[in-house]
């Protein structure tokens, strides 16, 4: 099984890598997902995957998609639709270009 805890640590420390350790959204800095304790992981600046175009609106649940994002900023986001700048970044950030 791929969902366990460990490998969505795994999973959410490269992108936050890929991101040099800064929230997509807001651009603050977020602690390193692999060296936090369990107890801090619910913090608001904690690193947490979050996907840009929501899987409720049909996004897809890979690397394509997915962003490291403070933990304040995701459930801020929820559900809602991914803005034209936020696809921007994203296509930039992933190196492809956009549709």
Known sequence: MTDLPDWRRGRCQ???EEQHGNCFFCGRP???PLTQRIRHRKR???ATIEHVVPRSAGGAADWSNEVAACRACNAAKADQPATDEQKQKLALLKDFPLV
């Open 30 to 32: 977020m602690p390193e």
């Open 44 to 46: 608001p600046e904690s």
């Open 14 to 16: 490269r992108l936050w």
